[in-house]
């Protein structure tokens, strides 16, 4: 194999030793089938300070006091273990040749008793790992406990309200969108932001930062802002965004040299063709010639994979290089079928002990191209460049990104947190028994309801300005069976108990 000039083989070897680092740190903190009761570290502390000379992976031996590059003096206890330690540039380097500021983070262990108090109150994983979100306990409590009558009405009174803000606040939302650049206005053109915060603050939503996801848009590199309603746990960074800028160029050449045929005529036809649609729909823009990119852009290569019975398109911003600036400091909880059936479980177990019959249908709600209907931050755009290739011409074109990518850590983490809100307000505002999966939103219903649940979770959506898939296999009405993440639900036996 011989790599081409200006690829990856000009690069300074440390970027593989911090790729091992970053695998190895990944092997340790591997998701396990059940979620982790406690954080394996009391805190995580990030200081840029002198280099604290021990290796990555290490525990101090004694209590280290060190000086942060703002000149503050910091004590990190005995057993701290440094987590990730990156070169920072802008401290410049010693006679020596090293750097003299680095990017440290550190884990402060628990001590014994700290930690047995923590899983004391934590409590045993039986007790809550098969339990529901207390959102949707209450959600059934008030169908179990209110009529048919009062859950349309409540739905109703909550209708009229919003659709009369929403109203009132069209010319506000008009200006804010006036404010962002044309690109960002092409992909949030349809989204009601000042109405979907307000709707949160209302309802007394946690994590109203979920905001500027919609209105400034999504970052690609750099930490993950945390939701506060996660699981905490933590995967450092491989490398630092300055180190990524610095070797763009060289990841340019890489990149551009390993862009060709996929031997695959019909993958290399749909890859191009969706992303000459993606353009036309302003989520993407270009073609750019490489002479007209930044000086710190990045390109990730754009490839399909078979998915069932169609093909997708994914963007690696792993090999790039992009993903692995992110430092990630919660795991999402996503609404596995484990939720859904305890959800149908515990709303029969009270409707049981109420003696009220109750007679179940359910359907899904699908987000259409859902990351695409959120957009990239305008600063971030450098790092959003894509690479296919073009088999009319038998070359590698460029675009950049403007809507958000499918294949980027920062594109997960952001989506979900924007998932879980419309969750969250249509659990608690609606009255809805629903949960969700990433873009699917799977809905219960009391057959008696089941018309007025279909107007309550598709205005909520609409309202907003999120598009959901309205005609064919994703868009199947309630019923008493249905197919939904990868399982069926058969809920016709649900009547028969009386």
């Not at 960002?184 to 989204?191: E, G, H």
């Not at 398109?313 to 999402?332: F, K, M, Q, W």
Request: glycine share 6%.
């Amino acid at each position: 194999m011989i790599l081409p000039m200006d690829s990856l083989s000009t690069m300074n070897s440390d970027l593989q030793s911090l790729l091992q680092l970053s695998r190895a740190q990944t092997n340790q903190f591997s998701r396990s089938k059940l979620p982790q009761l406690l954080s394996e570290y009391k805190d995580v502390t990030r200081l840029t300070q002198n280099d604290p000379r021990i290796n990555e992976g290490a525990h101090l031996q004694h209590d280290l006091e060190t000086t942060t590059i703002t000149n503050n003096r910091v004590v990190l206890p005995k057993c701290a273990r440094l987590l990730s330690k990156l070169p920072d540039n802008k401290g410049g380097k010693n006679e020596s040749g090293n750097f003299i500021w680095h990017q440290c983070t550190w884990g402060i262990q628990w001590s014994d008793f700290e930690f047995i108090d923590a899983a004391t109150k934590a409590g045993h994983p039986r007790s809550f790992i098969k339990s529901l979100p207390t959102e949707l306990q209450k959600t059934i409590e008030d169908l179990t406990n209110d009529s048919d009558q009062e859950v349309v009405c409540r739905r109703a009174e909550w209708a009229r309200y919003w659709l009369q803000r929403r109203l009132q606040l069209e010319k506000l939302e008009k200006e804010l969108h006036n404010t962002m650049d044309e690109a960002a206005q092409r992909v949030a053109k349809d989204k009601k932001i000042l109405l979907f915060e307000e709707m949160l603050r209302h309802a007394g939503y946690s994590d109203m930062n979920v905001v500027s996801i919609v209105r400034d848009g999504v970052p690609l590199v750099g930490q993950v802002q945390q939701s506060g309603h996660f699981a905490k746990t933590y995967k450092p960074a491989a490398i630092s965004v300055e180190y990524l800028e610095q070797h763009a160029a060289d990841l340019r050449g890489a990149i551009l040299s390993g862009v060709c045929s996929s031997g695959d005529k019909e993958c290399d036809s749909f890859v191009y063709d969706e992303t000459l649609k993606e353009l036309e729909r302003g989520w993407l823009s270009g073609p750019h010639e490489l002479s007209e990119l930044p000086h710190n852009a990045v390109i990730s290569r754009r490839f399909a994979l078979w998915q069932k019975t169609k093909y997708r398109c994914i963007d690696d911003y792993s090999g790039s290089l992009v993903n692995a600036t992110c430092t990630i400091d919660e795991t999402p909880f996503l609404h596995t079928i484990d939720i859904a059936s305890a959800l149908l479980s515990s709303w029969m177990q009270s409707s049981q002990r109420a003696g009220t019959p109750l007679d179940i249908v359910g359907r899904s709600y699908d987000l259409k191209a859902a990351y695409r209907q959120l957009f990239i931050e305008k600063s971030n755009r450098p790092f959003s460049y894509i690479s296919i290739h073009n088999p009319h011409k038998d070359k590698a074109d460029i675009f950049g990104g403007i809507a958000l990518p499918f294949g980027s850590v920062q594109s997960v983490y952001s989506f979900l947190r924007v998932a879980h809100s419309l969750w969250f307000l249509g659990t608690t505002q609606l009255t809805l028994p629903w949960t969700f999966f990433y873009d699917d939103f799977l809905c219960f219903s009391k057959v008696s309801l089941a018309g007025n649940t279909h107007h309550a979770a598709t205005l909520l959506f609409k309202l907003l300005g999120w598009n959901i898939a309205e005609e064919g296999s994703k868009a199947a009405d309630f019923a008493h069976c249905l197919h939904c993440l990868g399982v069926t639900f058969d809920l016709s036996g649900t009547l028969e108990k009386w």
